[in-house]
């Protein structure tokens, strides 16, 4: 076993523990859509970083119960003690194949199935019987009541329901500017860079620019090693934690930098009355010093082409900058364009109006009963 | 992995061919950029072609990019065939690589030839 897989199993017994206080929650208050979202993001973090490690079981288990989760999110499934008890029976079958990864112990894949044949026939609507999962006596009393059980419940009369879709109707499209440099020898270490820019696209619309200006000369360059940095801009409705939770092996010996650039809710930068200047992005980001900016401004020429024929920055730097103007500026237009949209379809009209043009089409109709009756 | 590197008669200012099949990863990837390097330092142009390559991962992206360098340097040239082959197309798509300007790392005249600017633009390489 390498050590990016011990360190999977390391970190993975973390998230189980987090995933056992959160399922507990939810336990208790089924309505919890914190506690959801916990429960979600663990199994994501499971699903991705298993697959990057090489643990293609637990990997593909995780998926399908974070499908499921993904759905209680948005409103279309709701919580109940099945879903509970399946979950807490999932994560004893997560934690005894992290086991078996251990030890080398053979688990039999029918258990596995048995669950996701659960999970899927939950997902579907129908009733199913769950073993009992191992559970902290503490919580025993706290169970929810069999009248609860039923699931999914009907449409529209669920409080729960209804949270996760007020929490759903909440999520906004959000810009973020992402740097991953990872350390040089994460290959070395078993882990694919490509799989951590994958799942980080799966997270929303993204564009990814690779800095490659670090690549070293072939006679010095070590090919097992990774040179390359990675700015990535990203639209999504994933909060920063889900950001996070893609790095989270890789973290301690990466530099990784988010940063929210756009977002409708949130307070951006006051002077950003549009969008941020090429320039100013560089320099933002530490690719270029404020003096450096200053000078090129004085020529008066196009500040990308200045910046990169001056070597103050290079082109990929400045390719960059770009694709994170673009992003923001797109997201801008589009809301713009909600806006305007939204905007057509209604219309003020103060009350007395309305109340004459009743009185108005009362007379009418009266008149042309009166005309009826005159003309027979 | 399976390379083959035809040199081109002695004397003569063709192009050496270098014929790569199979995966190129992690794995095989030391050995290719070993080769690489005794090519180059024996050729001052090369034609990599990669049709019977099945699949590559990022660092033969990288490996291509100081290969690049190299032979511009020494006022070569690196041919890629066939250049828009879709496992490289896909792995340069997802890692960032394609771009629309030019390579910065290599001297003026040669910055037009840079791998995935030709990738990005669906250009045929001229060589």
Known sequence: MDSGQQAFLEEAQEILSELETALLELEENPQDMDAVGRVFRSMHTLKGSGAMFGFERISKFTHGIENVFDEIRSGSLVVNRQVVDLALASQDHVQALLEAARTGEEIPQEETSQLQQQWQALAAGQEVEVAAAKRPPANAASQPQPQQEAAPEPEGDSSAEQQAASSSEEEEYRVYGIRFAPQQDIMKQGTNPVSLLQELLELGEGKVVAQIADIPSLEELDAECCYVKWDIILTTRAGEDAIRDVFIFVEDDSEIRIQLLDAESEEVDPEDVDYKRLGDILVERGDLSAEQLQQVWQKRQRIGEMLVSSQAVSEEQVNSALAEQQAVRQQREKRAQQQAGSGSNSLRVPAERLDQLVDLVGELVTVQSRLSQTAL | ?127
Do not use: K
């Open chain 2, 1 to 127: 992995m399976h390379v083959e590197i035809g040199a081109p008669p002695q004397g003569s200012e063709a192009t050496a061919q270098v014929q790569i099949q199979g995966e190129v990863t992690i794995e095989q990837i030391a050995e290719l950029s070993q080769q690489l390097r005794e090519a180059v330092a024996r050729h001052s142009c090369l034609q990599v072609n990669v049709e019977a390559v099945s699949e590559v991962d990022f660092s033969f992206l990288q490996l291509m990019c100081a290969t690049h360098r190299a032979l511009e340097q020494q006022q070569g040239r690196l041919i890629l065939v066939p250049y828009d082959h879709p496992p490289l197309r896909q792995m340069a798509q997802v890692t960032g690589f394609l771009r629309e300007q030019g390579c910065s790392q290599v001297p003026d005249d040669a910055r037009g030839r840079c791998l995935w600017l030709q990738l990005s633009q669906g250009e045929a390489q001229s060589g």
